[in-house]
């Protein structure tokens, strides 16, 4: 065994795939809703996370739980507040007082999107409040692993995110529209969380791009979707974000340069192409 690992956020995509990932050690899995671990934690409770974290007694904490939905944090900003900076400072607090490490899991909304490619070094300056809202979450983590993803899907069937939402739409024959003007760095779950365990285990701290590899936008992800599933790539509609109305601003290119981390790893980050290929349909 490795030691123990308390991982928040399990039932959401990396947080159940860092539960699979930590095989090798004594893992205390807790989530928001009942019934998806095996402890119940609301990680904006302070009093409930510092009790958990002080029985559990873990070696390390990854801290995956997150309101991840861009749109409804820009409308409900006291929520996401509440779940992304102060959960976040709950967690950082507790880690402290137990004397066990910290893995932060964190986006690459934390950039304006000008350029793309963004390296570790590169000043964040969010244009939505989720972006606003994990960067303060990365500033409550300093002193331990942060892990910033993008574009975030799952291998698995019961999971939601935007593979899984394009291949059941062209699936049912429906057209889809999909932006053309958004980039990223594509990135399986299960992948991310092999990477962040595997930094775990080496006692890493600091700040890494852990994500995929290839840059890409929203619209081109989509059509190899549809072509790693054998779907009509002919009903994705090519749009611009203008086009989409959303609540919160996006990015235009977020995509991160993930060569620190791969220096340092032996899990290979994957591109989407070899993502794909472990999609479960």
């Known amino acids: 065994m490795k030691g123990k690992v308390l991982v928040t956020g399990v039932g959401g995509q990396i947080g159940t795939d860092i539960v699979e990932a930590a095989a090798d050690w004594e893992v205390v899995a807790t989530g928001h809703r009942p019934g998806r671990a095996a402890l119940t934690l609301d990680v ?32 409900d900003r006291q929520l996401a507040y509440r779940v992304n900076v102060e959960g976040t400072r709950n967690i950082a607090d507790a880690c402290k007082e137990a004397d066990a490490r910290l893995a932060y899991l964190s986006t690459d909304f934390v950039f304006d999107g000008r350029k793309g490619g963004y390296q ?78 595997e930094l775990c285990a080496k006692g890493v701290t600091g700040l890494f791009h852990v994500a995929g590899t290839e840059r890409m936008s ?31 601003v996006r990015p235009r290119d977020s995509s991160l340069d993930v060569r620190k981390a791969s220096a340092l790893l032996k899990t290979k980050l994957l591109g989407p192409r070899e993502g794909l290929r472990r999609i479960h349909v």
């Open 120 to 197: 570790e070094t590169d000043l964040p300056q969010p244009v939505n409040y989720y972006g606003e809202t994990k960067l303060l979450g990365e500033q409550a983590a300093s002193g331990g692993l942060i892990a910033r993803t993008s574009v975030v899907y799952s291998p698995h069937r019961e999971t939601f995110n935007f593979v899984r939402w394009v291949i059941t739409e062209l699936s049912a024959g429906r057209q889809i529209r999909v932006v053309t003007d958004q980039f990223g760095s594509p990135s399986l779950s299960s992948n991310v969380a092999a990477a962040v365990m």
């Open 218 to 248: 929203r619209f081109d992800f989509a059509r190899l979707t549809a072509e790693a599933f054998g779907l009509d790539a002919g009903l994705i509609t090519p749009i611009t974000t203008a086009e989409l109305h959303q609540a919160a």
């Open 44 to 75: 904006a409770d302070r009093s409930a996370v510092r009790d958990t974290v002080r029985k559990a007694r873990p070696d390390v904490v990854v801290h995956a739980a997150s309101m991840t939905n861009v749109d409804q944090c820009e409308k």
